[in-house]
């Protein structure tokens, strides 16, 4: 039986809309995903957790980020990879796919 493959190369990523994001004063980029739904609400009063947390990205992540525009595909987004990070983003393919699983797992894209 074969398996299916599929070839994350082809997918655009595409941000969420529920997930702002800004550039620091250093160029790097966070993320930020509040946490407004009533059970989010409940567990912010009883444990005193704060009402959005904030994930930090490095420059590479940070590229990747800004170049996700909901039009270029995986493969387009690492050639601008390539050219902007040489071999610094090696083994280049692994590390995009495994990024962009990452952040589709997280809601933060969706890949289509």
Do not use: C
């Not at 796919?97 to 969706?110: A, D, G, P, V």
């Amino acid at each position: 039986m074969a398996k299916n493959k599929e070839n994350y190369l082809d997918y655009i990523p595409l941000k969420s809309e529920k997930v702002d994001w800004r550039k620091r004063d250093d160029g790097l980029t966070q993320i930020i995903i509040y946490r407004d739904s009533l059970l989010d609400k409940i567990v912010r009063k009883l444990f005193f957790t704060p009402d959005k947390y904030v994930v930090d990205l490095d420059s590479l992540g940070s590229f990747v980020w800004h170049s996700i525009d909901g039009k270029k595909s995986v493969y387009e987004i690492s050639k601008l990879v390539k050219a902007e990070f040489g071999e610094d983003a090696e083994p280049l393919y692994d590390r995009l796919i495994e990024y962009m699983i990452i952040l589709k797992n997280n809601k933060f894209i969706k890949l289509t």
